[in-house]
Each structure stands twice: as C-alpha cells, then as structure tokens.
Nanobody, 115 residues
C-alpha cells in the first residue's frame, strides 16, 4: 500500500508560480510511474504531467513550456513546478502512482489562479 500526500497548493495571481509536492510512503517509490492530474469544477479529471521510473516525461499540451514535473527518489517525492499560471489552471491537483496493477491517488490539493 502506498500513501500519497500532496502539498503546495494555494491562491496565486495570474502569471505567478507554485510548486506542488507529493510525498509517497513505501520503499519502492523509484519503480513507480508518477503523475499529476487535475480536475476543474464540472470537468473530467485530466492528465497534466507524467514521469516514469526512467525519468521520461510527458505533458498536456495546455501546460507544455510552463509546467515541469520532477522526482527525487531519495525523498520519495514528486514535484510539479508551475510557472506562468493562468486562471484556466484552477483545479484540484491530484498525485498518482502506478506500478503494474497498483494504482494510488492522493487526496488532492486546490490551486486557484486569480485574474
């Protein structure tokens, strides 16, 4: 069982930055593909960024060039650096860990971008 705890959300003005963190329990964090998803009110949850155990990354088109996902296996933590934030980035951001059939989610952290 893996527990994921997100932090770093908050209220920021458009153009500002935030860094989200997701701390994971367990000793095999480095094996997991980690991802950030988000869900805005009335919308489906969508993938924001993903990083594999080999540090390969993918991003949603809407965040390319503005967001960066990274991981620190020594700290069992994955990060999402968000720059040039826009009001449309407002959502609850969720951390996700996947390894074979194991699939875990955090409780989410609210990000609100004011115009």
């Amino acid at each position: 069982q893996v527990q994921l705890v997100e932090s770093g959300g908050g209220l920021v003005q458009a153009g500002g930055s935030l860094r989200l963190s997701c701390a994971a329990s367990g000793s095999i964090f480095s094996y997991y593909t980690m991802a950030w998803y988000r869900q805005a009110p009335g919308k489906q949850r969508e993938l924001v960024a993903r990083i594999t155990s080999g540090d390969r990354t993918i991003y949603a088109d809407s965040v390319k060039g503005r967001f960066t996902i990274s991981r620190d296996n020594a700290k069992n933590t994955v990060y999402l650096q968000m720059n040039s934030l826009k009001p449309e980035d407002t959502a609850v951001y969720y951390c996700n860990a996947v390894w074979y059939t194991a699939d875990y989610w955090g409780q989410g952290t609210q990000v609100t971008v004011s115009s």
